[in-house]
């Protein structure tokens, strides 16, 4: 066979490897945790089962990132075909059904990260029936939190909590898929129309005229009015916090795969062309793009991963020509920082896939750890470049 612009790609960034070395962790990773969940970042750069927590015992199934330790084994089900990983993902959507059906921990946006990955790609890759219901009983919990008149689904809390009421953030626009999904599955229109006007309204106020993202928006329930924006895991309210203007470019460029609207297409460049703008000299983001080489703060490299994700998805809508190379090329060379200077590739004392990642600076939570989220996009990363024919989750 004669080796493709890929193939070369591949071969010449080391790619090839680093996804063997990735896959050799989560296998390692599915043995030892058996049914138990990680918490949301490594301590010293080790998973340990997620934390107890209340009524949760550790490794309980709680919380808005348990679902990117399935995603990974759902990638490496597809990887190699192995039938332990199909079974330990489907012992996961037991437990996913398992928590929507008791509503465990359920009022939050992040369903459309839980149930996208731990049951659409059960149900994409295997038909898994249990998975299916699962999702679709997640996004009648989600549509609860849709408000009208502001047109917007609240991020986090009680519907009536009066600090949360009328919140959403930049993360959101990874949940819609969940939405986009429920329509085509049931043919009910309510949960497409609820996705797309929620993306409008981030598209219209939480990308600021500088093309930077407030990390969080508030809207007036009652009026629809949008009222302000700020931060709560960024710099400050002013500054642009990596992660989520990753989630930017990869959200807006997806809900665009759903929708087909020109103008989700154009955010997703707007923040694009931003991140890639404020990039340090290795490729891989500070943890707010506030920050350069010599501020001496660190890098978040779950941004990196996200972004390389979005930046796929973008090229992938766009023309042949020089933005579309852009992106491909920005894509390649973040990526290739990140299995060459970030990834546990070399570090056996290590469980992550990817260390020096940030979950909250501000509050000092999981400060240069690797983290679940960075994990499951790393490999959804290299999954991207190494299997083009791949289908998204989302």
Not at 13 to 37: K, M, W
Not at 291 to 298: L, M, T
Not at 372 to 388: I, M, N, Q, S
């Amino acid at each position: 066979m004669i080796p493709t612009e890929l193939d070369r790609a591949t071969e010449q960034d080391g790619l090839a490897p680093a996804l063997e070395a990735a896959l050799s962790t989560v296998a390692t990773n599915v043995a030892a945790f058996g049914d138990r969940y990680p918490d949301d970042t490594t301590a010293a750069d080790v998973y340990q089962a997620r934390a107890a927590k209340g009524s949760f015992p550790e490794g309980s199934n709680h919380g808005w990132t348990t679902s990117f330790w399935p995603g990974m084994v759902w990638l490496a089900y597809e990887h190699t075909g192995d039938e332990a990983y199909r079974r330990a993902g489907e012992r996961h959507v037991q437990s996913f059904a398992d928590r929507v059906g008791r509503g465990i921990d359920l009022d939050t946006h992040d369903l459309g990260f839980l149930y996208t990955l731990a049951c659409v790609a059960p149900w994409r890759v295997t038909r898994n029936a249990q998975a299916r219901q699962a999702a679709l009983d997640a996004v009648e919990h989600l549509m609860v939190r849709f408000l009208e008149p502001a047109g917007i689904i609240q991020a986090w809390g009680d519907l009536s909590s009066p600090e949360q009421r009328g919140r959403t953030i930049v993360d959101s626009l990874m949940n819609m898929p969940l939405l986009y999904w429920a329509t085509e599955q049931t043919g009910d229109p309510r949960f497409r129309e609820a996705a797309h006007r929620h993306t409008i309204q981030l598209r219209d106020h939480i990308i600021r005229p500088d093309n930077t993202t407030f990390h969080t928006f508030y809207w007036d329930v009652v009026t629809g009015e949008p009222l302000r924006g700020g931060t709560e895991q960024g710099h400050a309210d002013h500054s642009c916090w990596a992660r989520g203007q990753a989630w930017g470019v990869y959200g807006f460029a997806l809900n665009y795969r759903h929708t087909s609207d020109e103008t989700f297409l154009r955010a997703a460049e707007r923040c694009a062309d931003y991140f890639l703008d404020h990039l340090p000299a290795d490729h891989v983001a500070y943890w707010d793009l506030a920050f350069a080489d010599g501020s001496g703060e660190e890098r978040d490299s779950s941004a990196a991963a996200i972004a390389v994700c979005g930046l796929d998805e973008l090229a992938t809508w766009l023309p042949d020509g020089p933005r579309k190379q852009r992106y491909q090329r920005a894509a390649r060379d973040i990526l290739a920082s990140l299995a060459a200077g970030y990834s546990t590739a070399g570090h056996p004392e290590s469980n992550a896939l990817l260390l020096h990642g940030i979950y909250d600076k501000p509050k000092s939570v999981g400060v240069d750890e690797g983290t679940l989220w960075g994990d499951y996009f790393y490999l959804e990363a290299l999954t991207r470049a190494v299997k083009p024919t791949w289908i998204p989750y989302w």
